[in-house]
């Protein structure tokens, strides 16, 4: 039961951050693809915007990965016997990267949307544009940073 | 190393020279051209109207551009990807000029162009129209009369459609009803589909009247006239068809012999913008009856060439003088090679305000670093500074800000291989990995720290970073405090914040709570109290003076109360340098993902060989994308908020020079 729990908090770390990338940067490519349209030469700089919210989906599989290898999921020598306790912590030390990975990519997704509509009117303000998506992925570094620790503090 | 000073040039030269001296100043790019208003009651100076002429120049460029358009449509161009760096020709004046006289028969090839695109539009467009004439005639193809025969000399021939599936018998019944009078009929069907039905009726000549407005009721509908027998009229639209798809093929192989003239459109095209460039400024300059006035700013170091340029080559006058205080004066930075690649990064926030340092020195020194920690591995920096290495060594034409930019990337590359050997990262653990996987051993990759398994180290050595980064921030502040001679800014915007985060920091380091969280030493208690007594004094100092614009003491205590709680803004700074570990773990892990994923695969002979290796270049490649693209981003971002957050507000104007503004050639000096 405990392993199954364990590994219910690394599926989900890479599973709702991996979601909410999946929509932010589909919603930032269809603003991106709208900017390419009317300026071709804006595409490294669309591409660049659309990826932004892309890295929380990076940041669950970091956390997946990091929970997977702790349980002994990827060595081969899972502990299957793990008591519930144990599995709740690695559940919910998953938590805050699931969530906050969730909401975040879809938040910073809007501020790219904007950003993109920055460039199209200024393309020489590129510089700032990056910047305010870039303030949103602050709370899912933060998020990163609590389930890795806490992932590292279980023993 | 810094922001270069500007001054202010006035000249005043023959009015006969000022398409030479204008030339001369567009081509050297060293001035910035500004103009005054003049009101039209001016007796002695007026303006020239050369809208008409610019107008025809910017014509002609983009005529010429349109051009190039279509030739790269019909004849596309081998380009390598490095063509996209490799910047404009260069040309010489001589060069340069003994093209310009060939400028009308290359305007020739660019009409050309655009009239061979003309009919190659105009057969692209008949394709379609014949295709539809041929499709509504198809129906008659049995029909042994054209479609314009009326009868013979007795009968009359209707031949049309009904917009419904008829039967003889329909037709009959219902042109019996409707025309009662009218007894000799033939009706021909000749297709009957679904939605309509196609006929030929014959009648006596005397009935025509009657039987043509029977059908007049029942919707008939005439096909198009013509005078062939549909079958041969099918076979001649097939023949102009033919001919259409043959005209769109010469006349795009004959655009496509045009091909070689491409570099002589191009050199048209910038030729007109350069000359339209010119007249735009032509037309800003006040001139009298014999004289002209050019007002610009120069950086002062270009004083001299322009002075020597000019004066050697015509007689005027010519006055270099401070810029006054009120004028809003362009900002050009120059600094050495280490730091100049970094100018882009700068530039892209703001250029540096009235009075404010070039901090793009101290940027780099941090940007190389952060970047470094956030991609941190050995391999990809040695990739990143290796190939952009290539680049600028192979491309010697390269735009200096292409250039710029590729010597940031080849640095930073550099940052990243001194991070990659911290943490012992080659492709990841790709060396363990295949020592275990292809001969079986194991192997130790040495590291001074391991960031997966030892976060709190790391994230220390990040916080460790991210102080020394907004201490320099606040530094910069106060020498730029002290330089103005604004002393009471230096000491309430800068020192005292330093002695509050900095006490907080030593007092913080004596408690149990922070150096068991991080697994520090604590330091001498001593030293904490040291650093107690340095945070109040900054905290005492800060709400006295961050509200010092406030006469009204009540109001400037709650003022600095308010400045006090920027306190938390400094936890929330700090904090950010975190993303120095998220980002590098990232980098890692996903490599590692990869690597394992290729041993997985690899145990079959020969085959998993090759999987491992497709496996390795593909994930390595997107992986070192990625996460290069996450390091750009983040080290732009700790630089924006949290390092000119505490020094840098920006507000320059760049200094864009008078220049040619060309797409394709450069004129060397």
């Given at each position: 039961m405990g392993i199954a729990l364990a590994l219910?908090?690394?599926?989900?770390?890479?599973?709702?951050?991996?979601?909410?990338?999946?929509?932010?940067?589909?919603?930032?490519?269809?603003?991106?693809?709208?900017?390419?349209?009317?300026?071709?030469?804006?595409?490294?700089?669309?591409?660049?915007?659309?990826?932004?919210?892309?890295?929380?989906?990076?940041?669950?599989?970091?956390?997946?990965?990091?929970?997977?290898?702790?349980?002994?999921?990827?060595?081969?020598?899972?502990?299957?016997?793990?008591?519930?306790?144990?599995?709740?912590?690695?559940?919910?030390?998953?938590?805050?990267?699931?969530?906050?990975?969730?909401?975040?990519?879809?938040?910073?997704s809007k501020a790219s949307v904007a950003s993109i509509g920055l460039v199209a009117k200024r393309p020489d303000q590129f510089g700032k544009s990056m910047i305010f998506p870039a303030m949103v992925e602050t709370y899912a570094i933060l998020a990163l940073l609590v389930s890795i620790l806490a992932i590292n503090g279980i023993h | 190393m810094s922001v270069l000073p500007m001054k202010h040039m006035i000249i005043c030269a023959k009015r006969q020279d000022r398409k030479a001296i204008l030339e001369l100043l567009q081509r050297l790019e060293a001035v910035e051209i500004i103009s005054h208003d003049i009101d039209d009651t001016d007796e002695v100076f007026s303006r020239m109207d050369v809208s008409q002429s610019a107008?025809?120049?910017?014509?002609?460029?983009?005529?010429?551009?349109?051009?190039?358009?279509?030739?790269?449509?019909?004849?596309?161009?081998?380009?390598?990807?490095?063509?996209?760096?490799?910047?404009?020709?260069?040309?010489?004046?001589?060069?340069?000029?003994?093209?310009?006289?060939?400028?009308?028969?290359?305007?020739?090839?660019v009409n050309e162009i655009l009239r061979l695109d003309k009919e190659l539009t105009e057969a692209k467009a008949d394709i379609p129209r014949i295709t539809t004439q041929i499709e509504a005639l198809t129906p008659w193809s049995s029909l042994d009369y054209p479609l314009s025969f009326a009868g013979t000399k007795k009968t009359a021939a209707f031949i049309g459609t009904f917009p419904e599936k008829l039967s003889e018998a329909d037709i009959a019944e219902t042109l019996a009803a409707n025309a009662p009078d009218v007894d000799a009929l033939d009706i021909n069907i000749i297709t009957a589909e679904d939605n309509f039905t196609s006929v030929l009726i014959s009648c006596l000549k005397s009935d025509k009247n009657a039987i043509d407005d029977a059908l007049r009721r029942m919707n008939f509908q005439r096909p198009p006239v013509s005078d062939l027998v549909p079958v041969a009229q099918i076979e001649a639209?097939?023949?102009?068809?033919?001919?259409?798809?043959?005209?769109?093929?010469?006349?795009?192989?004959?655009i496509a012999s045009y091909a070689d003239k491409r570099d002589d459109i191009r050199f048209i095209s910038d030729y007109f913008n350069m000359r339209a460039a010119k007249y735009d400024v032509l037309g800003r300059l006040e001139q009298s009856k014999r004289v002209f006035v050019v007002e610009g700013y120069v950086p002062a170091e270009y004083a001299p060439v322009l002075e020597r340029e000019l004066g050697s080559k015509f007689e005027l006058a010519l006055e270099f003088l401070d810029p006054e205080d009120s004028e809003d004066v362009p900002v050009l930075l120059k600094n050495n090679g280490f730091a100049a690649p970094v100018e882009g990064v700068v530039e892209s926030y703001s250029m540096p305000g009235k009075g404010e340092l070039d901090p793009t020195t101290p940027v780099a020194c941090f940007y190389y670093i952060l970047f470094g920690m956030m991609l941190s591995d050995f391999a990809y920096g040695a990739l990143m500074s290796i190939s952009t290495f290539v680049l600028i060594k192979k491309l010697k034409n390269m735009e200096p800000s292409m250039r710029k930019t590729l010597t940031m990337f080849c640095y930073c590359g550099i940052g990243t291989m001194l991070s990659g050997l911290l943490f012992g990262s080659y492709f990841g653990d790709a060396p363990t990995v295949i020592a275990s996987t292809f001969f079986g051993r194991t192997l130790e990759i040495p590291k001074l720290i391991d960031p997966l398994?030892?976060?709190?180290?790391?994230?220390?050595?990040?916080?460790?970073?991210?102080?020394?980064?907004?201490?320099?921030?606040?530094?910069?502040?106060?020498?730029?405090?002290?330089?103005?001679?604004?002393?009471?800014?230096?000491?309430?915007?800068?020192?005292?914040?330093?002695?509050?985060?900095?006490?907080?920091?030593?007092?913080?380091?004596?408690?149990?709570?922070?150096?068991?969280?991080?697994?520090?030493?604590?330091?001498?208690?001593?030293?904490?109290?040291?650093?107690?007594?340095?945070?109040?004094?900054?905290?005492?100092?800060?709400?006295?003076?961050?509200?010092?614009?406030?006469?009204?003491?009540?109001?400037?205590?709650?003022?600095?109360?308010?400045?006090?709680?920027?306190?938390?803004?400094?936890?929330?700074?700090?904090?950010?340098?975190?993303?120095?570990?998220?980002?590098?773990?990232?980098?890692?892990?996903?490599?590692?993902?990869?690597?394992?994923?290729?041993?997985?695969?690899?145990?079959?002979?020969?085959?998993?060989?090759?999987?491992?290796?497709?496996?390795?270049?593909?994930?390595?490649?997107?992986?070192?994308?990625?996460?290069?693209?996450?390091?750009?981003?983040?080290?732009?971002?700790l630089q924006y908020v949290e390092f000119f957050g505490k020094f840098y507000s920006g507000g320059g104007r760049k200094f864009t020079p008078f220049a040619s503004n060309t797409k394709y050639i450069k004129i060397k000096n």
């Open positions: 219910l908090g690394a599926a989900s770390a890479a599973l709702f951050a991996g979601i909410g990338s999946a929509i932010g940067v589909g919603r930032a490519g269809q603003a991106a693809a709208g900017l390419v349209t009317e300026d071709p030469t804006q595409f490294s700089r669309a591409l660049i915007l659309q990826l932004l919210p892309g890295t929380q989906g990076i940041y669950g599989l970091l956390i997946a990965f990091i929970a997977l290898s702790n349980i002994g999921l990827l060595g081969g020598n899972a502990d299957m016997s793990m008591d519930v306790g144990k599995g709740l912590m690695y559940l919910f030390a998953c938590l805050p990267m699931a969530f906050v990975g969730l909401v975040s990519a879809m938040q910073q | 107008q025809l120049f910017v014509k002609n460029a983009a005529q010429a551009d349109k051009a190039l358009e279509i030739l790269a449509a019909a004849a596309p161009e081998k380009g390598s990807v490095l063509s996209a760096f490799a910047g404009r020709t260069p040309v010489t004046q001589e060069t340069y000029e003994a093209k310009a006289q060939k400028r009308d028969v290359m305007m020739k090839y639209y097939e023949k102009e068809r033919e001919a259409a798809v043959k005209r769109i093929d010469s006349t795009t192989a004959e398994n030892e976060p709190m180290k790391m994230l220390v050595l990040c916080f460790a970073i991210g102080i020394i980064h907004l201490f320099a921030g606040l530094f910069i502040n106060l020498f730029t405090a002290l330089k103005d001679r604004r002393y009471v800014d230096a000491i309430s915007d800068s020192v005292l914040w330093m002695l509050l985060v900095g006490g907080l920091i030593l007092f913080g380091l004596t408690t149990d709570m922070v150096t068991g969280m991080f697994s520090l030493n604590k330091i001498s208690a001593t030293a904490g109290s040291v650093g107690k007594v340095m945070a109040i004094i900054g905290a005492i100092g800060i709400i006295l003076m961050d509200g010092r614009e406030s006469k009204n003491w009540f109001k400037r205590t709650l003022k600095g109360l308010y400045g006090l709680y920027n306190v938390t803004g400094y936890l929330s700074d700090l904090l950010s340098y975190s993303r120095l570990l998220a980002l590098g773990l990232a980098t890692s892990v996903i490599s590692s993902v990869f690597n394992q994923m290729g041993s997985m695969v690899a145990g079959t002979p020969v085959v998993g060989v090759i999987f491992f290796i497709l496996i390795f270049l593909v994930g390595h490649m997107l992986n070192l994308a990625i996460n290069a693209l996450g390091a750009y981003v983040h080290a732009n971002r």
